[in-house]
């Protein structure tokens, strides 16, 4: 594999429930290599969004250790954290969160503003990416006049407007009916390709597991690699 751009090791993660504690993650570690699709899939509360979080650097980890571009992510600030994660990474989400009171553009522009770039070369790269994802024509829609698929589209664009080297894609196309959840896959998978960038996707959908790189199934708190590409 080519140099790792995300390394955890042994990472465990629990909560407490009211006098409880329960473990989510016990122990789980994952390579993933520049460009390197992998896919996650788990039941319901099996940790996939919490371990989603933990790459991002948004939840602490009880124990073990998170590095991106092998630059371990302990003891590091807040704000420093925020600006590298901007840079160094993109997020798609299942219920889209786009700002409903901005227009298409702006939703992906504002994902630029965190690198601080002049405002022209940052709205000619956002306008580039809404182009990409096929929403050309969309740009001055607010989200409440886009389709769910167009709303996921602009959210591609936003987590690719950095070039990012990771993207973390939880349930992307958990609300989306089949056609488009596969049309928004195809396009996540396709952009990731040309930009070389690597790709976290948590689905409950096995084709959609099936056509990434590597497949894990998250389990009891641990990943299980279960047969040929974790199906
Ligand atoms: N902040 C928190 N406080 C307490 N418990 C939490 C917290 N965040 C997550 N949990 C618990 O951790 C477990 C894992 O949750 P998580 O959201 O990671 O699951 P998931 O695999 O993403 O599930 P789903 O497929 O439904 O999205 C659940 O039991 C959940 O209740
Ligand atoms: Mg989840």
């Known amino acids: 594999m080519s140099e790792p751009v995300v390394e ?3 990472l465990w993660k629990g909560f407490r429930s009211g006098d409880k504690r329960i473990e989510v993650l016990r122990g789980v ?7 390197e699709s992998v896919s996650i899939r788990g ?9 989603v979080h933990i790459l991002a650097g948004l939840e602490a980890l009880d124990r073990g250790d998170l590095r991106w571009r092998g630059e371990s992510l302990k003891g590091r600030r807040r704000a420093s954290l925020a600006r590298d994660r901007a840079r ?10 786009l700002i409903p009171e ?8 504002m994902a630029r503003r965190m690198l601080g770039t002049p405002d022209r070369t940052s709205r000619e790269r ?10 050309g024509e969309r740009m001055d829609h607010l989200p409440s006049q886009l389709s769910g698929g167009e709303k996921q589209r602009v959210g591609v664009a936003r987590a690719l407007v950095n070039e990012p080297a990771v993207i973390l894609a939880d349930e992307p196309t958990g609300n989306l009916d089949e056609l488009t959840g596969n049309a928004i896959l195809d396009l996540l998978l396709s952009v990731c390709r040309e930009q070389d ?5 948590v689905t409950h959908n096995k084709e959609h597991a099936r056509r990434t790189d590597r497949g894990f199934l998250l389990k009891l708190g641990r990943f299980e690699e279960p047969g040929e590409n974790g199906q």
């Open 43 to 51: 039941e319901s509360g099996s940790g996939k969004t919490t371990f």
């Open 8 to 10: 955890a090791d042994d």
């Open 29 to 35: 570690d994952l390579r993933l290599g520049a460009g």
């Open 126 to 135: 956002a306008r580039e990416m809404m182009e990409r994802v096929g929403l």
């Open 88 to 97: 160094f990474l993109g997020m798609v989400f299942q219920s889209f969160y």
């Open 102 to 109: 901005m227009n298409a553009l702006d939703n992906v522009l």
């Open 197 to 201: 960038t690597a790709l976290v996707l």
